[in-house]
């Protein structure tokens, strides 16, 4: 099946660096997104086609993969930055649209 | 500005009904694919639903299947989930999401509304 599995926390400090892994054998060979998600709030898009960062959002954020791995690096974390993420990928076929697991990053 | 506001969601008995709308506005509705997707209280986000631009394609995640009917009327900019025999964790805030891409292996959601909460309890 298609699963995509993400740790379930990171913490990290105020300017360092928080690096967020997704991993499903299905990514070999499709597109990863992120979204963020702050407390009560509806998701963003983050990061698309693995590392394509949508208008408004910060350069801080970047993304990379490989091979079955995608990782979405913050750097210099800010305490805005403290929100639950989650990976998603497409197929076509079901089930057509796939979510991580989610990773809690917490500002410390 | 892009928006997309949902309304719809309440309190309702295991086996009622539903419907979810989601009224666009700020883009060209009839030229995306758009999506319902979930969220239950403390959980991680699952897809619902999903119909292309001219309704020609839509598909159900296996957990709804059988049970809701997504459907858009594009003279209106407006997207529909009717929701029929309810259970319980069906429980969740749904949200309605733009698709953004081309071919399957890079469509994404841009653009998400505020979300509607739906509970199903006796």
């Known amino acids: 099946s298609h699963e995509l599995t993400q740790p379930p926390s990171v913490s990290v400090s105020p300017g360092q660096t928080a690096r967020i892994t997704c991993s499903g054998d299905a990514l070999a060979n499709r597109y990863t997104h992120w979204y963020q998600q702050k407390s009560g709030q509806a998701p963003v898009l983050v990061m698309y086609?693995?590392?394509e960062r949508p208008s408004g959002i910060p350069e801080r954020f970047s993304g990379s993969s490989s091979g079955t791995t995608v990782t979405l690096t913050i750097s210099g974390v800010q305490a805005e930055d403290e929100a639950d993420y989650y990976c998603q990928s497409a197929d076509n076929s079901a089930p057509y649209y796939v979510f991580g697991t989610g990773t809690k990053v917490t500002v410390l | 500005e892009v928006q997309l506001v949902e309304s719809g969601g309440g309190l309702v008995k295991p086996g009622g009904s539903l419907r979810l709308s989601c009224a666009a506005s700020?883009?060209?509705?009839?030229?995306?694919?758009m999506n319902w997707v979930r969220q239950a209280p403390g959980k991680g986000l699952e897809w619902v639903s999903s119909i292309s631009s001219s309704s020609s394609y839509i598909y159900y995640a296996d957990s709804v299947k059988g049970r809701f009917t997504i459907s858009r009327d594009n003279a209106k900019n407006s997207l529909y989930l009717q929701m029929n025999s309810l259970r319980a964790e069906d429980t969740a805030v749904y949200y309605c999401a733009r698709v953004r891409g081309g071919y399957y292996g890079e469509l994404s959601f841009d653009y998400w509304g505020q979300g509607t909460l739906v509970t199903v309890s006796s």
């Open positions: 700020g883009f060209t509705f009839s030229s995306y694919s």
């Open positions: 086609k693995d590392d």
